[in-house]
């Protein structure tokens, strides 16, 4: 399986993709560059990437501490999660605009997880979520 190379989720298509694109400011177009304040030279910012690894080792971390993770399992984790978000966060776009609201609220978010994730893990993400919301809304 040399030949074959792996495809990217779309997220990581786009970000590299949003590297690479400068323009050089004036009629639209994505402005990565921005002039720097003391020399005419252009200073460049990168788009940001997100990453759950952090989180999953944190997690990890919980659950047993004798337990590590090799750095490619992490990148399959940090996929995994980037894909699943992406799906809930887009499912709950849809709900919303459905509904016609302008603003997405807990219960939408709820409802997407729902949709997203099938049986036992949908009813402990949905419980998980309440009791953290109920916490924040303590505070």
């Known amino acids: 399986m040399k030949g074959v190379a792996a495809k990217k989720p779309r997220y990581q298509q786009e970000a590299a993709a949003a590297i690479t694109t400068t323009t050089s400011g004036g009629d639209g ?14 200073k460049r910012r990168f788009a940001r990437k997100e990453k759950w690894s952090t989180y999953i080792h944190k997690l990890l971390k919980t659950v047993t501490v004798d337990r590590t993770m090799s750095s490619k399992a992490m990148e399959v984790m940090n996929s995994f999660v980037g894909d699943t978000f992406e799906k809930i966060m887009h499912e709950a776009s849809k709900l ?27 009813r402990h993400a949905v419980s998980s979520g309440a009791s953290t919301l109920s916490k924040y809304k303590a505070k």
């Open 29 to 42: 177009g994505v402005t990565i560059a921005s002039k720097a304040k003391d020399t005419g030279k252009k």
């Open 96 to 122: 919303v605009h459905m509904s016609g609201h302008t603003t997405l609220n807990a219960r939408d978010i709820q409802t997407a997880c729902q949709l997203v994730l099938k049986g036992e893990l949908a």
